[in-house]
């Protein structure tokens, strides 16, 4: 007889994630299920509309990184066309692509998941959330935050037109591009950006990597996996975030395959199970052997610390030097450590700072040559790029005349989707023990969830941020005999 | 006194109305520090059997978003109903249906093929799929059912107000936010937003043509658009006309189109209908026909017309019918 435990949204009856536990005769954990019970049918409902229109559809995928599926579509319609983007064009679709990538990771860290670690671990739910960081971190920081962000989103507003579902993506470029003085005006802002990134960093520093009991709990086994790893890289195998080529590395590091974003279909495949909505993709190359890690598990992982471990560095100066120090204190390369999520999360804070700066000192791009006009017929392209929470696949087919007639998309949580599973399923090892349910557990699995920063939104093609959770403990009836909530 | 509670709710939606209530930004510790948030599910924790247990009209807002798919969110969102003196429909997809409601141009068997049997990379030999009740192991696992059909929060409950927007901006939020607090309210049913065409406010609008024709309807795509002209004048498109002001031209300024995610004006609450009288009228050629001519110089025009109002739209209102015998 097996005894159940679920951990529910707000009591089964909201509809966007839970997680069921189930244990053995002897009241330990047998298996443990992510459920995503939530699904839009983007890829059904964008057939028959042009596919210029998607860079405008597809970002009401997910609010919280609209600007990743803006810019996956955008580079995919460049390909449907076959016409490549101006440099000048390239150059603004990275600055927006940036700033998205920071103020997400920011947002993350002080808002949505980094409450965890800021505040601590321990600390009662009602305070942890970003007034309980501002009152750790002091009320000075806690307005940069909110100022930065600010300013980095008023970038993307004036480029893209809007912050939450931008439309400035065109085949072959960009619709709006920047003048000189605007250039100057968003230089200074970019110059803050990268003081608040080193600032943040000494926060992590301070607060996390100087407490004992943090840093055990990271490099701790509890929250860890040996997975694969995939990322986008540039020609010298340093993480990019808009374009390169995608990298697999094996448990050990070392690479099993670099490939090109229109060969996707050669390397990755999806599984699927009767109990979610999202599908599970894994690595054609090693198969689907279930929710397991190890060198023989198809698994692999998306998202900040597995793009640092499917590189070999990072492009700019200071997050190349944090990348070092990283690697450093978690033992080598590549970390299996989850909760070294976030810590990568804030070396991404630096470099997207940091090439901000380095675009906006470059007078080039004011240059006013913003778009190619598309003259092929436009027939099936592929478009990759890095959103925060991992590597982003679209995929569409058209008529002659660009309307759409397949879409396929992988979108980024749903990377993590199997080792999500598996984290939570190993936090639950650890603190359910014949039977008795230590009170840590909610916490312990929220935090191994939390530091994917997973977006459910994306997964279901629907939900971001935070869930609330339940934990309901079934005995071998089937029957509710504990309860606990937050 | 007791501050006044208040709840953000969200059903099928993808966070952005969240996010946008995040950006307010600094003042969104004002806001915080003048209500009692007792529900927001993506920033703050909080317990749902409080709410239930919670006496009836207690709360005084409830902001809703995102559109209805499942029973599990018309049960919330009749929950919130009872327990709130006001309720809000929050954004597009609350009020109107919006992109997801695109669905209801489909159906929900083709998105179950699409996505686990006829996708790419989907491998799925024994033609597996998700179930209500799935028995995996011994074990039994449950999803929730999915409606055939995107509702809008109004078709499942009472609302009293409609803030407009994919997402509507933080000012607009600002402003309901402090009228609500004020008690200053305009009549129930209001949409809280200027009661006048984005036209009306838009940078472009001296060059909108009036008496001027354009010949041909043309896709952003093949030309290169001119960052001043009014996008109708170049012959592209653009939802201004149909469309309620209050974005403060935001695709405008990106020197895009309005694709017309603020919804319709009171004047003309079918936002299909009107753009396709407004392009008849400067469209070219006899007037008897200036509809099917409309029609036919447009690649998509479910997806134009009502691409955020498909659950208030006609079109949608038939899908319903059909999926309800
Ligand atoms: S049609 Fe569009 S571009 Fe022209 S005035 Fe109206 S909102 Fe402005
Ligand atoms: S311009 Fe139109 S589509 Fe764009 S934000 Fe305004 S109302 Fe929405």
Not at chain 1, 109 to 137: M, Q
Not at chain 1, 257 to 281: G, N, Q
Not at chain 2, 154 to 163: A, E, S
Request: glycine share 8%; net charge negative; charged share 25%.
């Amino acid at each position: 007889m097996t005894k159940k435990i679920s951990i529910d949204p707000i009591t089964r009856l909201e509809g966007h994630g839970k997680i069921e536990i189930f244990l053995d005769d002897s009241g330990n954990v047998k298996n443990a299920y992510l459920q995503v019970p939530e699904l839009r049918g983007f890829e059904q409902f964008c057939i028959d509309r042009p596919v210029e229109e998607l860079p405008r559809i597809t970002p009401r995928i997910c609010g919280v990184c609209p600007m990743a599926h803006h810019m996956a579509s955008t580079k995919t319609v460049d390909a449907v066309y076959h016409v490549k983007p101006t440099p000048t064009a390239v150059k603004l679709r990275n600055l927006v692509y940036d700033a998205y990538i920071m103020e997400d990771h920011l947002l993350h860290f002080f808002f949505l998941g980094g409450p965890d670690f800021v505040v601590t671990p321990s600390a009662p739910p009602e305070e942890r959330n970003i007034l309980g960081v501002i009152s750790k971190v002091g009320l000075e920081t806690g307005k940069k935050v909110i100022e930065t962000r600010k300013k980095i989103r008023e970038i993307v507003i004036h480029l893209s037109g809007r912050i939450i579902h931008p439309v400035s993506g065109l085949p072959g470029g960009v619709s709006k591009g920047l003048i000189e003085e605007k250039r100057i005006e968003f230089l200074k802002y970019a110059e803050d950006a990268l003081a608040f990134a080193k600032e943040t960093l000494q926060i992590f520093n301070d607060i996390v990597l100087k407490n004992d009991k943090y840093l055990d709990l990271i490099v701790g086994d509890i929250y860890k996996h040996k997975t694969y790893y995939m990322g986008l890289v540039d020609e010298k195998n340093k993480v990019n975030f808009y374009d390169g080529k995608i990298r697999v590395v094996d448990p050990n590091g070392k690479e099993l395959v670099k490939f090109e974003a229109k060969d996707y279909l050669e390397h990755i495949a999806e599984h699927v199970e009767p109990w979610s909505y999202m599908k599970f993709p894994f690595l054609k190359a090693i198969g689907w052997n279930g929710f397991i890690d190890g060198k023989d598990s198809g698994v692999y992982r998306v998202a900040p610390l597995a793009r640092l471990n499917a590189s070999d560095g990072m492009a700019t100066a200071i997050a190349q030097a944090e990348y070092e120090k990283m690697y450093d204190a978690l033992g080598g390369k590549p970390a299996h450590n989850t909760l070294a999520f976030h810590w990568a999360r804030l070396i991404e804070v630096m470099y997207a700072a940091e090439h901000m700066f380095e675009l906006l000192k470059d007078k080039g791009i004011t240059s006013d040559d913003i778009r190619n006009i598309p003259t092929e017929v436009p027939d099936e392209g592929i478009g990759v790029v890095e959103a925060a929470r991992g590597t982003l696949f679209h995929h569409y087919k058209t008529d002659e005349n660009g309307i759409i007639t397949a879409v396929n998309l992988i979108v980024a949580t749903v990377g993590n989707a199997a080792a999500m599973s598996m984290s939570i399923a190993k936090a639950a090892q650890y603190l359910i023990k014949d039977g008795e349910v230590n009170d840590g557990l909610l916490n312990m699995v929220e935090m191994a969830f939390r530091a994917y920063d997973p977006c459910l939104a994306c997964a279901t093609h629907s939900l971001p941020g935070q869930m609330p959770l339940e934990v309901n403990i079934h005995n071998s009836k089937n029957e509710v005999v504990k309860t606990i909530r937050r | 006194m007791a501050k006044p509670k208040v709840a953000l709710y969200w059903c099928a939606s993808c966070g952005g109305c969240d996010e946008a209530v995040v950006d307010l930004a600094e003042n969104i510790l004002d806001v915080v520090a003048a209500v009692d948030i007792i529900l927001w599910p993506i920033a703050m924790d909080f317990k749902y059997k409080d709410i239930e247990a919670m006496e009836d009209g207690s709360i005084a807002v409830s902001f809703i978003n995102g559109a209805i798919r499942t029973g599990e969110q018309k049960h919330i969102a009749e929950l919130l109903r009872r327990k709130s003196g006001l309720v809000v429909a929050f954004g597009s997809c609350s009020s109107l249906g919006g992109i997801p409601a695109l669905a209801n141009l489909t159906s929900r068997r083709k998105i179950f093929d699409r996505s686990y049997h006829n996708s790419p990379t989907v491998v799925n030999p024994e033609n597996i799929e998700p179930k209500m009740k799935a028995s995996v192991d011994g074990h039994v696992l449950k999803l929730p059912e999915f409606f055939k059909t995107v509702y809008k929060l109004n078709d499942v409950i009472d609302v009293d107000y409609y803030l407009p927007g994919c997402p509507p901006t933080p000012e607009l939020i600002a402003n309901a936010v402090t009228a609500i607090l004020e008690g200053k309210l305009p009549p129930k049913g209001a949409i809280l937003s200027p009661d006048k065409s984005l036209c009306t406010s838009c940078d472009r609008n001296e060059t909108k043509p009036e008496d001027v024709t354009i010949s041909k309807i043309k896709r952003v795509i093949d030309i290169e658009v001119d960052p001043e002209k009014c996008f109708l004048a170049q012959g592209i498109i653009c939802m201004g006309p149909a469309t309620r002001d209050g974005c403060g031209q935001s695709c405008i300024n990106g020197n895009m189109p309005c694709t017309g995610c603020f919804g319709p004006t009171d004047s003309c609450r079918d936002q299909g209908a009107k753009m396709i009288a407004t392009l008849g009228a400067i469209l070219e050629g006899d007037d008897e026909n200036a509809v099917d001519k409309v029609i036919e110089g447009i690649v998509d025009p479910a997806g134009t017309f009502y691409r955020y109002a498909m659950s208030a739209s006609l079109l949608g209102g038939a899908r319903k019918e059909v999926e309800n015998e």
